[in-house]
């Protein structure tokens, strides 16, 4: 038998992390009962270098954050693409929300070749996928819906080609829906689940549909 051609194979890093937005950690920062050790690192004056030089020592080949904000996206990108060799390829700022926050996808930019972004919310997608659920105006199914219509929550993906291998990869951030109402330590009914259940559902079809 002829010898088979080799498939070239690698791996990759990804790292996803949420970085917390603005208000967020002021509020945690205010909180008497938070008394971790480490409360100096997330101090406003430390907090983005510490938060850009922790993202360049992991040094992945993919980047994914939530909850950037437009006071601290402008420093992560400039410090990655300047220091790190990265390349914003997507990002989507949640203007509707007060915190002002959303996510961010970065690659090496030696490693991967950007193909295709797409930046959407999961609420926009109701009428698409589950259009039956839109015609339900009363009982639980016309609450879920009302619901889930008003999260404004986002995703951004991109497609990206590996140029070791030449496979394309489709690389992914999102934020599903929280509430500081709901602490984990309420019974997980309290918690949305049906929304965040919902909402993965709407994200996995939009992907399914972008690749």
Same mark, same amino acid.
């Given at each position: 038998? +002829? +010898? ?6 690698? %791996?990759?890093?990804?790292?996803? &992390? ?15 009962? *938070? ?8 101090? +406003? ?26 006071? %601290? ?35 090496? #930019?030696?490693? *991967?070749? +950007?193909?295709?972004?797409?930046? *959407? ?13 839109? @015609? ?21 993906? #991109? ?18 829906? &929280? ?19 919902? @909402? ?12």
């Amino acid at each position: 038998m +002829p +010898p088979q051609a080799s498939v070239p194979t690698s %791996t990759f890093s990804f790292l996803t &992390w949420n970085v917390l937005h603005s208000a967020h950690y002021q509020r945690l920062l205010a909180d008497p009962a *938070f008394n971790n050790p480490k409360r100096r690192a997330i101090a +406003p004056a430390a907090r983005l270098v510490n938060l850009t030089n922790h993202l360049l020592r992991l040094n992945a080949d993919i980047v994914a954050l939530q909850e950037l904000d437009i006071a %601290t996206l402008p420093s992560v990108k400039t410090t990655l693409q300047s220091q790190g060799g990265y390349r914003m390829v997507t990002a989507m700022i949640n203007e509707a929300v007060q915190a002002k926050d959303g996510c961010a996808l970065f690659c090496k #930019a030696d490693r *991967f070749e +950007p193909l295709a972004t797409t930046e *959407f919310r999961m609420c926009h997608a109701l009428d698409r996928y589950l259009h039956p659920l839109a @015609q339900c105006q009363g009982g639980l199914a016309g609450a879920l819906y009302r619901e889930t219509r008003e999260k404004l929550n986002l995703c951004v993906a #991109a497609l990206l080609r590996d140029r070791l291998t030449g496979y394309d990869v489709l690389a992914a951030t999102t934020h599903l829906f &929280w509430s500081p109402k709901a602490p984990v330590s309420l019974p997980a009914p309290l918690r949305f689940p049906d929304i965040k259940l919902l @909402q993965a559902y709407l994200l996995s079809r939009q992907l399914e549909d972008f690749a």
